[in-house]
């Protein structure tokens, strides 16, 4: 699977903005996904992750009740649609794959196989 995310961009705090990520490969239908985000001088730190068929969604605390993680496994797209951004969402995003094969906790980043390049998301206050 290879992956690019795109979508990111400068905002003022409280908007909103929506990440895509592109997959390629006939195995995105198959796999779970996820959004990390990392800011500088940061490691990087889990934001959301859906199951392959997006009846299950799990997210970070910090951005619970602000943030969408969305799938659409015919266009091979992941989504992130984020709202009421903060200065603190800063960072750059990045969309992973995770294998079918993997049984750890879908929040860590080690339990990923495969990584966009990502896309910063800049929140001015």
């Known amino acids: 699977v290879q992956l690019q995310a795109f979508g990111g961009g400068l905002v003022q705090a409280g908007g909103s903005l929506r990440l895509s990520c592109a997959a390629s490969g006939r195995t995105f239908s198959s796999v779970a996904m996820g959004w990390f985000r990392q800011a500088p001088g940061k490691e990087r730190e889990f934001v959301a992750a859906i199951s392959w068929s997006g009846g299950s969604t799990d997210y970070a605390d910090s951005v619970t009740g602000r943030f969408t993680i969305s799938r659409d496994n015919a266009k091979n797209t992941l989504y992130l649609q984020m709202n009421s951004l903060k200065p603190e969402d800063t960072a750059v995003y990045y969309c992973?794959?995770?294998?079918?094969?993997?049984?750890?906790?879908?929040?860590?980043?080690?339990?990923?196989?495969?990584w966009g390049q990502g896309t910063l998301v800049t929140v001015s206050s």
């Open positions: 992973a794959a995770r294998s079918p094969t993997r049984g750890g906790s879908w929040t860590s980043k080690r339990e990923y196989d495969y």
